[in-house]
């Protein structure tokens, strides 16, 4: 008999049908009510065995964790919580789990911190595997959103000889020997000797490779892991994340915001139709993981109705020096609550962006034209000589979740910028050369998929938004 998943019992319940059903028992009650998941959806289905049709020495393999192995004839369900549940004919336990040491036991309801420990397991129980669910959707989403605009997805290398943004943030990938590296006359480490005959490292962006590949096809999008070897350990920072960056020749700034909202709007959309039953319940968790909170630190929209409002409004678009501006002209600026100082030429600190998006303008920002000091090489430059084409999205709750730019397409600026920026100019000439044969004004930027993600599930912590999480001290499983 085929095997047919929880989910199309549930959506579309045929009474009276035979099924084959396995999974992981959740929950086992009275000796007779096995409440079955198998990760098709967040539901549960209902078994009901009778002692006529499972062996008693069966009943204490039953336990939460267990697999199963069930036939039975699906019945409307007299018990409230469900429409339907299934009466079982055959009922068989495929592997045990002792109660005694699986930590996963509905009694007690174990804290995210902890499940992190044991993130092995956490897809089993209901936030993850919500969580999990939205992920996947929100990655079919970008895919869907992208080939259906004619764009085409190039697979950037995950092992480069550059530092894209420029930040020293890499980390490195070699095979020489750590104790008793070779060496050059100068007392150098000798990278000439090393798998690649050159110092490498794990990518920080696929950007400058999809610069590349936008200079044939028009348009082009990466979506892949990066690494960051910065030390940051915050609830929006991993060493290890995926980033989608889409570049499209001839676009300006303008239509470089155009495109993100879009796409950003698309994806939520995506998500709010197809995901329903998973929003609802995190929207559920997060209220009460907000009321641990004081009063004031609670959203005041809950979950589905934060991601309705940016699909209903469009998002604030102001230049940095606005923003600043504003910082300054805040009440918070006056009554000194800013931790680190305002003036023009700073780079936001996260207490700034919230301020400008949760307090200011209450909906997602785009700000435009940053200090070219604070930018990388590669950014716009505009007439003004201290501003680049730069654009940051800023949601509520997260902070920043793209980044991008007009990129300077004239060779000559660009030469300049990476000269005084100290970029290695004959090293990138393979980059170069797409501003020597035919150079066009293109644009593009990177959105942080697992602070998409957080934006979408409202976990808090974007630990909780990848299966794996790889952080400063650690990478477990
Ligand atoms: O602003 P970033 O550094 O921009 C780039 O890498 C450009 N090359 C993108 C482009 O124009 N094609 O990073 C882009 C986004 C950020 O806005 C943030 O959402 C996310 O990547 N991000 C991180 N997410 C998780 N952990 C980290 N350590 C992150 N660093 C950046
Ligand atoms: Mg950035």
């Given amino acids: 008999m085929k095997r047919t998943r929880i989910k199309d019992i549930l959506q579309n319940p045929e009474i009276g049908y035979a099924v084959n ?31 006529d049709s499972v062996d008693e020495s069966l009943l204490k393999n039953i336990t939460a964790g267990a697999s199963m192995n069930i036939e039975g004839i699906v019945v409307a369900s007299m018990g409230k919580g469900q ?45 993850f595997s919500a969580v999990f669910r939205v992920r996947h959707a929100l ?83 990466t979506f892949g892991p990066t690494f960051r070897a910065e030390n940051s350990n915050t609830a929006r920072h991993l060493a290890e994340f995926w980033m989608i960056e889409p570049e499209v020749a001839f676009n300006d700034l303008t239509a470089n915001m155009d495109l993100a909202e879009d796409f950003i709007r698309y994806i939520i959309d995506y998500a709010v139709t197809n995901n329903k039953e998973d929003l609802e319940f995190l929207e559920q968790r997060l209220t009460e993981e907000e009321k641990q909170k004081p009063q004031a ?41 800013f931790k680190y100082d305002v003036s023009w ?31 990388a090489f590669y950014m716009r430059q505009n007439d003004d000589g201290k501003t680049v084409a730069a654009m940051d999205i800023l949601a509520p709750g997260i902070g920043e979740i793209v980044g991008g730019s007009q990129r300077e397409e004239r060779l000559d600026n660009l030469v300049t910028r990476m000269e005084q920026m100290h970029i290695p100019v004959e090293e990138m000439y393979w980059y170069l050369d797409t501003r020597r044969f035919g150079t066009v004004p293109h644009a593009g930027f990177g959105l942080g998929f697992e602070r998409i993600v957080q934006f979408v599930t409202g976990m808090t912590n974007i630990r909780d938004v990848i299966p794996f999480p790889r952080t400063p001290k650690n990478a477990e499983f």
């Fill in 345 to 375: 030429g700073i780079d936001m600190q996260s207490e700034h962006e919230r301020y400008l998006v949760e307090k200011h303008f209450k909906k997602p920002v785009i700000v435009t034209d940053y200090p070219k000091d604070i930018k």
């Fill in 139 to 221: 990655s079919f989403a970008i895919h869907k959103f992208f080939n259906d605009r004619g764009f085409v997805y190039l697979h950037t290398p995950v092992i480069t000889a550059s530092d894209a943004e420029g930040a020293g943030e890499t980390f490195r990938v070699t095979t020489l020997p750590f104790d008793n590296p070779p060496r050059t006359e100068s007392g150098d480490i000798d990278y000439k000797e090393d798998f690649f005959g050159r110092s490498t490292n794990l990518t920080v962006s696929g950007q400058l490779e999809a610069e590349l590949g936008a200079m044939a096809f028009s348009e082009v999008y």
């Fill in 21 to 51: 059903v396995k999974g992981w028992v959740r929950s086992f009650r009275n000796n007779q009510f096995i409440a079955l998941n198998d990760g098709s959806c967040l539901g549960n289905l209902q078994i009901v065995i009778t002692l």
């Fill in 297 to 337: 630190e609670r959203s005041e929209m809950g979950l589905l109705e934060k991601l309705q409002f940016v699909l209903d409004n469009k998002f604030e678009r102001i230049t940095y020096t606005e923003a600043i501006q504003i910082l300054i002209d805040s009440p918070a600026y006056k009554k000194k609550k």
């Fill in 83 to 127: 429409a339907v549940e299934v009466k079982a004919d055959k009922v068989e336990v495929i592997g045990t789990c002792d109660p005694e040491k699986f930590p996963l036991q509905l009694k007690n309801k174990p804290s995210l911190e902890y499940l992190r420990e044991i993130a092995h397991l956490r897809f089993r129980t209901n936030t």
